[in-house]
């Protein structure tokens, strides 16, 4: 059997991202074969993604990546706040959101995608799961492309380039792309994540939300004791006041608190197509768990 020496140990540990001491049960499990211990460490990665697949990931990362005319958004969980601020997680996320950006948003063919180390995204995602110690997911992505204009993003707070907690890609047409117009959809995505509208135009609000609102301001108008045509006329209003509230070309332009979106868009001489907003976490229920009592539970096992 081959000597396990320190320098052997660090070369495994600089190959995989392990940590020293897995890396020194591997070489030895592998008799100093370096090719079978990254087998040993990959199956014993497995395994461990295994044991915590079922951990809840409400935390974590958004990540983005653009091109001329093209822009794609990720969203990339784990269990903790704290992974997000691990530099090894971060540059798993800018990856994966650049992966997207070349093999497009569909999960099963960017889990496939290859990744600058030689691994796939799916066996990258438990390589790190393995070297770090918590459940993580890869929850969504989005690509957004147009012909002539430009996709522009958006990461609010962002902890370095292209990378934070709400994340927000804009398409919009025109006959070239300028200064001006990835300023405009810088300016468009800094609206939508503060404003958080649902569709981008009326055509595109959900029939059933709209029923719900208007069932329940029909109810409330009621409440007043007016004849139905006058409920009708005041539903209608509240009606066009909902539109303001969730329809992004519809909203007040945030940024003079008068001017329609449409009426921006308009003026610069485009056209807004499409939106997405990765507010992370959103959707998810968070588990509540008693720390102490996990602590406590620890040290008696």
Request: glycine share 8%; aromatic share 4%; hydrophobic share 45%.
């Amino acid at each position: 059997m081959a000597e396990i020496t320190a320098a052997l140990v660090r070369d495994l540990r600089e190959k995989t991202g392990a940590g020293m001491m897995d890396c020194k049960k591997a070489l030895t499990e592998a008799a100093g074969d370096m090719d079978a211990a990254i087998d040993w460490l990959r199956t014993k990665g497995l395994s461990q993604a295994a044991k915590k697949s079922g951990r809840t990931t409400a935390e974590g990362l958004i990540g983005v990546a653009s091109r001329p005319q093209r822009a794609a958004m990720v969203e990339v969980n784990a269990e903790t706040d704290f992974v997000g601020r691990n530099e090894a997680f971060q540059g798993f996320v800018e990856a994966v959101a650049h992966a997207a950006l070349e093999v497009g948003d569909d999960l099963e063919a960017l889990k496939q995608a290859k990744l600058a180390s030689g691994r796939t995204v799916a066996d990258e995602l438990t390589h790190l799961i393995a070297t770090i110690g918590e459940n993580m997911s890869i929850r969504r992505a989005k690509v957004l492309e147009v012909s002539s204009g430009t996709v522009a993003s958006y990461v609010h707070s962002a902890l370095r380039p292209g990378i934070g907690k709400i994340g927000v890609l804009a398409a919009i047409e025109a006959p070239s792309e300028t200064d001006a117009l990835e300023t405009l959809g810088r300016q468009v995505g800094m609206h939508v994540a503060a404003t958080r509208p649902s569709a981008l135009d009326i055509s595109g609000v959900d029939p059933e939300a709209l029923e719900r609102e208007r069932a329940v301001l029909i109810e409330q108008a009621r409440e007043s004791g007016k004849p139905e045509a006058i409920i009708e006329k005041m539903v209608d209003g509240r009606i066009r006041k909902y539109y303001e509230e969730v329809v992004l070309l519809e909203q007040v332009w945030v940024h003079d608190g008068e001017t329609r979106v449409a009426k921006v868009i308009e003026k610069a001489g485009a056209k807004l197509v499409a939106f997405e907003r990765f507010h992370l976490g959103e959707g998810i229920e968070k588990e509540q768990s008693d720390f102490a009592a996990e602590v406590a539970a620890a040290a008696g096992a």
